[in-house]
């Protein structure tokens, strides 16, 4: 059966008089001026972003999310995770049958809705993230592996995952044109959007007009592409560059750009590490400057979901997921102390 763009929907009613303990009320209002994502008008950036990725501490504070609609999960998995306002947070997964969005509210510590993208063969929704009020997120066919799409939502659309403001599409030799990651950013006066292949082996970014993309005309073109396997490593702190499940961007208060990407180390470690990014340079180039490891429960790996973002005071919050959603699923956040 065919399944047309955002075509179902699962929702969880939500009682008006629903009780939510005091406790986590008093915990939630406390943390709300903390973990507001940056609005673009008057954006918050740290002064020094790798100074402020250097400072998110190893243990995460814990959420439970409880659930209660029934969807198909099988033959996919979690894969990445944001925080939207004050209140919202998106998780992105895949199935065998369609790629999809869940919706969860914080006070209510519920998943509210799950809401599918794209039909099968774009079964498989990876890494993304939320800049302002847009999400961009990579969809792709992780079987053939050969094609996938970018697709860049409004959210303050009523129903944004049926209007898309932008999308890229992505075909060619399997393993070249996947989107298992996906950054956004506003940098100078562009628009960055970078998406990374299968295993990160090569980062694409793209570039569109800043006053272009919030006039709601966004048209991303390819900017350049990093070969990660042929990057020059002699300045890096080490040698070693992972298998990336997601790969967020950021531009500091000095206008510098960077990425952070998230993984399980070899090792079995869950880790960030950050590069500084210069795609204009006379020979551009990206530079591992950082690596952090985190300490997260059994459930929790950032071989599924996990995503970095920027507070509206210009700290930095890391979030993590575990494969599933279940009844009851636990998120941590790793949030940067003053």
């Not at 609609?69 to 998106?90: A, C, P, S, V």
């Not at 509210?105 to 498989?124: G, M, V």
């Not at 967020?248 to 206008?255: E, M």
């Not at 429960?297 to 599924?304: D, R």
Request: hydrophobic share 40%; with cysteine; glycine share 6%.
């Amino acid at each position: 059966m065919h399944i047309p763009e955002a075509s179902l929907t699962f929702r969880q009613s939500i009682s008006a008089t629903m009780k939510i303990p005091a406790l986590f009320l008093f915990w939630i209002m406390l943390l709300r001026p903390i973990i507001s994502p940056a609005q673009d008008a008057g954006t918050a950036r740290p002064a020094d972003f790798k100074q402020a990725f250097e400072a998110l501490p190893s243990s995460p504070e814990t959420i439970t999310l409880k659930n209660s609609i029934t969807f198909d999960q099988e033959g996919g998995h979690l894969q990445g995770i944001q925080l939207y306002e004050k209140n919202t947070l998106y998780l992105s997964g895949s199935s065998a049958g369609y790629s999809y969005m869940a919706t969860a509210k914080l006070d209510e510590r519920t998943i509210i809705a799950i809401d599918t993208l794209l039909p099968s063969p774009l079964r498989h929704a990876g890494g993304f993230q939320v800049y302002d009020h847009y999400l961009a997120v990579g969809i792709e066919d992780n079987h053939k592996r050969d094609l996938s799409r970018i697709m860049v939502y409004d959210l303050k659309n009523e129903a944004p995952w049926q209007s898309p403001l932008a999308r890229v599409e992505r075909k060619g030799a399997p393993e070249q044109v996947t989107a298992g990651a996906v950054g956004l950013t506003a940098h100078q006066d562009k628009m960055w959007l970078l998406v990374a292949n299968w295993d990160s082996k090569v980062l694409d970014m793209y570039t569109c007009p800043r006053q272009q993309f919030y006039g709601g005309q966004a048209e991303f073109r390819l900017h350049i592409s990093f070969e990660m396997g042929q990057q020059d490593r002699e300045n890096w702190i080490d040698p070693h560059w992972l298998s990336y499940q997601n790969l967020n961007l950021f531009t500091d208060a000095r206008g510098q750009l960077y990425v952070a990407g998230t993984a399980q180390a070899p090792d079995g470690k869950q880790v960030a590490e950050l590069f500084h990014l210069n795609p204009d340079a006379a020979h551009p180039a990206i530079v591992k400057i950082s690596r952090k490891v985190f300490e997260t429960s059994e459930t929790v790996n950032f071989k599924a979901a996990a995503g970095l973002q920027v507070t509206h005071d210009g700290r930095l919050l890391l979030l993590g997921a575990p494969y599933q959603i279940r009844d009851e699923t636990t998120i941590e956040m790793f949030i940067q102390k003053k």
